[in-house]
């Protein structure tokens, strides 16, 4: 948690130091506007609203993760409990919980699939876009585990995926 408030606040400082500018005068020369241009400004705030973008899926998710251990174990305790009372209620209950949690892998396959399609499509993130590919097929994978009711090892998979946006973050600044 800590690494990624580092992690957070380097970005932000990274950002910022991006968007300053400063004029320069020249002594013996024309004076010279040393502003950067639109296209500049243009690109730089593009890779501001696509660091963003991946800070937030990485916030998303690792507050997913950290709550994911806990509610897996419970599920399997549920389920064991369950099968000695057969206690339908519960095991409803329980059911409805899974589905929950199924649901939550394939919002995250949906949402890493829609920033995979932001970079490839969007011009000055295509470099970008090759250190984020494969981090929708790594919640897809987590998302059969999960549906599969393999839960912890759906969790390990997106612990891989959170590696990968990080690394984007870290080459983006």
């Known amino acids: 948690m800590r690494t990624l408030a580092i992690l ?13 500018t400063r004029k320069r005068k020249t002594t013996g020369r024309a004076s010279t506007n040393s502003t950067p241009s ?4 243009a ?3 593009v890779r501001t609203e696509a660091a963003t973008r991946v800070a937030n899926q990485v916030k998303n998710l690792t ?4 709550l994911l251990g806990g ?15 057969e ?3 519960v095991v409803q209950q329980n059911e409805q919980n ?3 949690l199924r649901s939550a892998f394939t919002d995250f396959r949906v949402g890493l699939d829609q920033l995979e399609i932001y970079f490839r499509s969007t011009p000055g993130l295509q470099s970008y876009y090759l250190k984020l590919a494969g981090s929708a097929e790594g919640a897809a994978t987590a998302e059969n585990l999960a549906a599969s009711g393999r839960f ?3 969790g390990r998979t997106m612990l891989g995926v959170a590696n990968r946006l990080t690394d984007v973050l870290l080459i983006m600044r």
């Open 71 to 85: 509610v897996s174990k419970r599920i399997e305790e549920i389920d064991a409990a369950a099968k000695s009372t």
């Open 98 to 100: 899974k589905t929950k």
């Open 8 to 20: 957070f606040c380097v970005l932000l400082l990274a950002t910022t130091c991006v968007s300053q």
């Open 152 to 154: 912890d090892q759906a």
């Open 43 to 45: 690109v730089a705030q």
């Open 87 to 89: 206690n339908a209620t």
């Open 38 to 41: 639109a296209a500049t400004t």
């Open 63 to 66: 507050a997913f993760l950290y």
